[in-house]
């Protein structure tokens, strides 16, 4: 079971040859997106990069870091101000493996110099990135980051086992997963296949946070989630609802939990922090831990993909799949409506996932939706 | 793809479309599933290797039993326990909010302890609201 990859010069395997103009600031957002809709590039942009506490601060550099030495990416840009907290060639010193070049506004003379400058070293970079050649390598040089969103009553039956079952079959295959949203109700469950004691403490400490802030809020978790329309939906219970958002990973034990954009050291499912509910936070944050691949369950339809990796859509029902046919890559409706099992329709998505390995594009990728977002979290 | 009708199909005068399966088993280890589409009462549902006469009308998406659950008894989805039976259930009964105990912190706690890890924090012990 082999896939066509790009090897970088840090051993990872790309699935796409991406050119990225990697802002370090919100101040140089602007100028980023001009360079790289002149040079048909992926722009990374956010609000932040200044102003930050040094943990929020951090958090965004590895993010950014993240995206910047993500294995489907061949070429980077790096474009600063000149005086925010990330400077441009610092952050250019920590990219790897593939050609980078860094640029400052300031020493540029401003906006139509930095863009000449950027379209003068891009080109170059675009040229460089150009001559990777793809290659033949092992499923299992794919990690996988499963996500779901905007759920409905067939996620939990159908697209998120579903996903589970291709995720089991990439994990067989030596492949890493990367699933996100470890929210309260499973903990148990969690617990259980927790690869050790220390995965099982982090995991739990997690969860602590999450119960201490219920418990501050005033809120009882049982008593809420479910939600009024959740509990329509024929949902009766929080553990029922959350085992249907795990069933995504699979059903393999846990190998590690990561902050947000930390990198898995090896095979197997691997949990991590993200940020909620938007799910823009949550894809950034498990694609800069260094994912070439996303798959998405979306129960009511979304259009949002992300900056560096192709996003495989799925829903298990019919109406979301014709309703916004032009954003989805993948039916599950065929379980709910009997003809297919389980396990049948997670190996027909396991096969599209390596199809998009080698090259099919995804309906985000067609359709240019390179959606990326950094939280800011404390004050600075 | 032609392939031959399911053995879970759904039999005459059920109201489904013919051919079609009326219901989902998640795990075999479950004593409920999950209604395909709406299902009313009186049909006898194809499921599991049983055949369930349903006692009261199940919407899409909505839970049956397939067994007799005792008050008390777990009810088991995805081949997990999902909350306590409050009531006796029979086969065929809508397993829903009001026999079955939506209140489940304390099983979840329970089962957390029981995975050998360092007993809950100050932040379980007590969950906010709960009655446990």
């Not at chain 1, 998405?296 to 916004?324: D, H, L, Y």
Request: net charge negative.
């Amino acid at each position: 079971m082999n896939i066509q990859g790009y090897r970088r010069g840090d051993g990872q395997v790309g699935i796409r040859n991406h050119v990225v103009l990697l802002a370090t600031v919100h101040c140089a957002a602007e100028i980023t997106q001009k360079i790289a809709g002149l040079l048909n590039a992926v722009p990374i942009t956010h609000f932040l990069g200044c102003m930050q506490p040094p943990a929020d601060l951090e958090e965004t550099r590895r993010i950014l870091l993240g995206t910047a030495n993500h294995p489907n990416v061949g070429a980077v840009l790096v474009v600063g101000l000149g005086c925010e907290q990330l400077p441009a060639r610092e952050m250019a010193a920590e990219v790897t493996g593939r050609p980078v070049e860094y640029l400052e506004i300031q020493a540029c003379g401003g906006t139509s110099g930095a863009v000449q400058r950027g379209l003068d070293l891009g080109r170059r970079l675009a040229q460089a990135a150009s001559q990777a050649k793809r290659d033949t390598f092992p499923a299992s040089a794919l990690t996988l980051a499963v996500k779901c969103g905007g759920s409905d009553a067939g996620s939990g039956l159908a697209s998120n086992p579903a996903l589970g079952a291709a995720s089991d079959r990439l994990v067989a295959a030596g492949g890493a997963v990367i699933q996100g949203e470890i929210t309260l109700g499973v903990d148990h469950l969690w617990g259980q296949r927790a690869a050790d004691e220390a995965v099982r403490e982090q995991i739990y400490a997690h969860l602590d946070r999450q119960w201490e802030a219920a418990r501050r809020a005033g809120v009882s978790v049982g008593e809420t989630n479910p939600t009024p329309g959740n509990i329509a939906g024929g949902l009766t219970t929080l553990i029922e609802k959350a085992i249907g958002g795990m069933k995504k990973g699979g059903t393999g034990p846990v190998q590690g939990f990561l902050p947000r954009a930390g990198r898995p050291s090896g095979p197997g499912l691997w949990l991590m922090e993200t940020t909620g509910p938007t799910d823009v936070f949550g894809i950034t944050e498990q694609v800069a831990g260094g994912a070439q691949l996303v798959a998405f369950t979306s129960g009511r339809g979304n259009p949002v993909g992300a900056a560096v990796a192709p996003v495989i859509k799925i829903t298990s029902t019919a109406e979301t799949f014709c309703g916004m046919r032009d954003n989805f890559d993948f039916d599950a409706s065929a379980i709910l409506r009997g003809e297919e099992s389980i396990p049948d329709c997670g190996e027909r998505l396991f096969r599209e996932m390596l199809a998009v390995a080698d090259g099919k594009l995804t309906a985000n990728e067609v359709l240019g939706h390179r959606e990326f977002a950094i939280a800011r979290r404390g004050e600075g | 793809m032609a392939e031959p009708p399911h053995p879970e199909a759904s039999p005459e005068g059920s109201g489904a479309p013919p051919g079609r399966r009326l219901a989902l088993l998640l795990d075999e280890r479950d004593n409920v599933a999950t209604a395909l589409v709406d299902l009313a009462r009186g049909t006898r549902v194809p499921v599991g290797g049983l055949e369930v006469e349903l006692r009261a009308d199940i919407p899409f998406a909505h839970k049956f039993a397939l067994r007799p659950i005792a008050a008390g008894e777990a009810v088991v989805k995805y081949g997990e326990t999902i909350g306590l039976a409050t009531a006796a259930i029979q086969p065929g009964d809508h397993v829903h909010r009001h026999n079955l105990d939506h209140r489940v912190e304390s099983i979840i706690f329970r089962m957390r302890e029981a995975t050998g890890a360092s007993g809950p924090q100050g932040a379980m012990a007590k969950p906010a609201g709960g009655e446990e």
